[in-house]
């Protein structure tokens, strides 16, 4: 089974080596995408260290604002060249580059293979408002990106009970719904709508598929293992907590200059090779 890949980096390209290293293989496909913020020289470190691989793709850089639309829009520019891209693959997973496989590569593939579904947490507003009362998409202000931040406009935006659904900015997708998400005629209604809200990514993808044929075909779960709040980074004390998880395959935050212990721990059980 051929997994996509779409990973965002901005910095640190010893931890993305640890990424990299586990998750590479020539049976799958990448998309790689370089925020226009950083440095020229990380960019051209990022192509040097990745080299000319037939299997990788670059998303045309873009500058990415935290909790601001431009998270969305770099993601479904990336879904469309990879739909071209390569016509084989079966699931969309989305990284960062401080993330890393917290499950062997087998266990993956076949956790995978054998649901079928789409890894996507989704909670009503309803329910956001009883288990998080404090979570700021249930205000619905407007937001705005300016010069690379977004900025509170302090105004109120209409959102429809049916486009109400709050997640993870990460997930797991079948090529099926990420194909129907460039078509959908959702797509562009959600988009006009979520927009100038305050992390669209965590809002937008769960209010196409909650309004989409593959409504049902999801695992109400991302497969990721985050400890909040933060996301705080993963640490040697953490280890137990990790690989206990039944159903997260992929872990975050990671960083090698506060723990490579966590790091060398994982790739032992999971068989991965590490930089």
């Not at 309803?126 to 705005?144: G, K, M, S, T, Y």
């Not at 990514?201 to 497969?223: H, K, L, T, Y």
Request: charged fraction near 25%.
């Amino acid at each position: 089974m051929k997994i996509a890949y779409f990973i965002t980096l901005h910095h640190k390209l010893n931890q993305f080596r640890w990424l990299w290293q586990a998750i590479y293989s020539r049976d799958d496909v990448y998309c790689i995408h370089v925020d226009a913020k950083a440095p020229q020289s990380f960019h051209a470190e990022v192509r040097e260290y990745i080299g000319n691989r037939p299997n990788v793709i670059y998303l045309p850089s873009r500058s990415i604002a935290w909790s601001g639309w431009s998270m969305v829009t770099a993601e479904l520019g990336a879904m469309n060249l990879m739909l071209g891209f390569s016509n084989n693959w079966r699931y969309w997973i989305n990284l960062s580059g401080q993330d890393y496989p917290i499950k062997p590569m087998a266990v993956i593939r076949q956790s995978l293979m054998q649901s079928g579904l789409n890894f996507i947490r989704v909670w009503s507003f309803d329910r956001v408002a009883r288990e998080e009362p404090n979570d700021p998409h249930l205000r619905r202000q407007a937001f705005i990106e300016f010069r690379g931040k977004i900025r509170n406009l302090r105004v109120p935006v209409p959102l429809p009970t049916e486009l109400r659904y709050k997640g993870s900015t990460w997930h797991m997708l079948t090529r099926e719904f990420v194909a129907c998400v460039q078509t959908a005629a959702i797509t562009n209604i959600a988009a006009r709508r979520i927009r100038f809200l305050f992390c669209p990514d965590e809002i937008f993808f769960q209010a196409v598929i909650m309004n989409s044929p593959f409504r049902d075909a999801r695992a109400d779960d991302c497969g990721r293992f985050v400890l909040w709040p933060g996301p705080k980074i993963l640490k040697e004390e953490n280890a137990e907590e990790l690989t206990a998880s039944p159903d997260c395959l992929f872990a975050r935050k990671f960083d090698e200059v506060a723990d490579r212990a966590i790091l060398q721990r994982l790739a032992r059980t999971g068989g991965y090779s590490t930089p």
